[in-house]
């Protein structure tokens, strides 16, 4: 890929800053976890993959930092909270937070100094980010193969590269499907409000060579009953037990035009982003966001004073809805809480 969505080098963590594109490719430098968490509320790095792989190094600089403090355990504790709370929504931060969490309390049993235990923690921060690499390869090429050859593929907000350690989810399979041989026109919604659609997806494709067709949200269903769209591929930043799927807002109103149209809907995420603790999707918290993003458009008002906003970042599309849910180990099909367990299940590099 033409692109780095994170690294670590040079002793700290480095964000290509996606509120800057596609005018200007910058690069965020974060050495602490408070700016960890600070880069991940204000959307330097989105995307739920992407946030689990920039809140585990957050970890790792927590580690580092509870090493040189009078109290390490509540040092690392209150690092931690401050990570959760940046981005509720994305299980992956949580996950991620969790898997570190853990590998600490377990090499400090072990007897491991806490200079010995942040360096390890830096080693599963660069394991999670290699690891969800692979997976974002394996989410591809599992999915390509549902792909229709000859026809479109629609997408919502951003679930590539940048939102991911590399290669992608959604994105992913795109890039297998074409990779493979097949003739794919790529349509990307714009995703208001935020634009991700537009200024990250659109970016990104024409980054790597290929060509994509940019579209208002509200223009989709009209797409999707032309006949050109073969199938609709989005990403998740959680998905319930039950396979109910939270997305960025926009996805589930797309789901309906496509089961209204007769196109498959598919969605692309790693196993991680599956939270077995939340039964349906009503157990998955929603995150409520300003209400300047609504009113404002690159800073400059267009809504009048006064006016309430709604503005949550992501809705909740029902497992009804969703054709299969394709995974780094295989693609899961109603019913989604067996066929989900049971991936979850299935050894790294296995496929169902």
Known sequence: MAFRTLEWRDGALWLLDQRKLPARVEE???Q??????RAIREMVVRGAPAIGCASAYG?????????????????????????RAARPTAV????????????????????????????????EAHAVLEEDLAACRAIGNHGAQLVPDGHGILTHCNAGGLATSGYGTALGVVRAAIESGKKCDVFADETRP???????TAWELLQDGIPVTLLPDVAAASLLGSGRVG?????????????????????YPLALAAQAAGVPFYVA????????????????PIEERAADEVTHVAGSRVAP?????????????????ITAIVTERGVARSPYEESLEALSLTPKGGAG
């Open 28 to 30: 965020v430098r974060v």
């Open 32 to 37: 602490s976890s408070a700016e960890a968490a």
């Open 59 to 83: 970890v790792a600089l927590a580690a580092r930092e509870a090493a040189r403090s009078a109290d390490p355990d509540r040092a690392f504790a209150a690092a931690v909270e401050e990570l």
């Open 92 to 123: 992956n931060l949580r996950w991620a937070l969790e898997r570190l969490a853990n590998k600490r309390a377990e090499l400090l049993r072990g007897g491991k100094s806490a200079e010995e235990v942040a360096d390890a923690l830096l080693e």
């Open 194 to 200: 935020w634009l991700q659609g537009a200024r990250l």
């Open 231 to 251: 199938c609709v591929v989005v990403g998740a930043d959680r998905i319930a037990r039950n396979g109910d799927t939270a997305n960025k807002i926009g996805t």
């Open 269 to 284: 995420a790693p196993i991680s982003t599956v939270d077995f603790r939340a039964k349906t999707g009503r157990d998955i």
């Open 305 to 321: 004073d006064g006016v309430r906003v709604f503005n949550p970042a992501f809705d909740v599309t029902p497992n009804r809805l």
